[in-house]
């Protein structure tokens, strides 16, 4: 990944979560809490530029100048699989908006189906979290961008957050919204013809929520 926009952690307690989390037999409780855990250093790296405004306060020893964070922050999971990103940002942004849009990929085409959005007439916050724990072709990612970008979100106020991605589907994103800042665990270099990450994590809906078929 050449550009400059897209950043991937490289942590050690990342790439043993992450590794935790590409095996078979992880089971969906430990899955559900390496996605929390991977969340909840993404959205602590996409935050460290968000601007702050300073109040005077009080300490039992003397008084000090202490900091908020000024933007409103919205979080928008895609459905379902961001649900297991979304706590994590929630305990970094108790007060943040949470808008979910429901997206699925059709089997066959591989393109986006949009089925669920319920955003407000205008949007109340500055700055906009998309969660998306992977990023296979890059067409739900996008088509979620495109939705918050006609909300009234611009680009330079959206962040993407993503635990795995490929690279095929991050340069499809990359080319549609190369403005777009990118935040990502990992990057895994195919697709499988059904286009999926390889080797990848399988399908995260499943694994999160245990509805896996034998």
């Known amino acids: 990944m050449s550009n400059k926009r897209c950043h991937v952690l490289s942590h050690p307690l990342v790439n043993a979560r992450l590794s935790q989390l590409r095996q078979t037999n992880t089971s969906s409780k430990d899955f559900r809490e390496g996605i929390h855990d991977i969340s909840l250093i993404l959205g602590i790296e996409a935050s460290r530029d968000l601007e702050e405004e300073t109040f005077e306060g009080q300490t039992p020893v003397g008084p000090f100048t202490g900091t908020t964070i000024k933007p409103k922050v919205g979080l928008t999971p895609i459905l379902r ?23 699925y990929r059709e089997k066959v085409s591989l393109q986006p189906v949009e089925y669920y959005s319920k955003l407000p007439p205008v949007p109340p916050v500055d700055t906009c979290f998309i969660l998306d724990p992977l990023v296979a072709t890059g067409g739900t990612a996008c088509a979620a961008l495109a939705m918050i970008i006609d909300w ?54 499943d694994r999160l929520f245990n509805t896996i078929r034998v």
Do not use: C, Q
């Not at 007060?95 to 997206?103: C, E, F, K, R």
């Not at 549609?176 to 697709?191: G, H, S």
């Open 81 to 103: 699989a961001g649900l297991g990103m979304t706590d994590a940002l929630l305990s970094l942004f108790p007060t943040a908006a949470v808008y979910h849009l429901g997206l």
């Open 152 to 205: 009234g979100v611009p680009i330079s106020r959206i962040k993407l957050l993503v635990v795995l991605g490929s690279e095929e589907g991050l340069n499809h994103v990359h080319a549609e919204y190369p403005e777009l800042e990118i935040w990502v665990a990992a990057v895994d270099p195919k697709l499988t013809p059904e286009g999926l990450i390889s080797p990848g994590l399988g399908d995260t809906g």
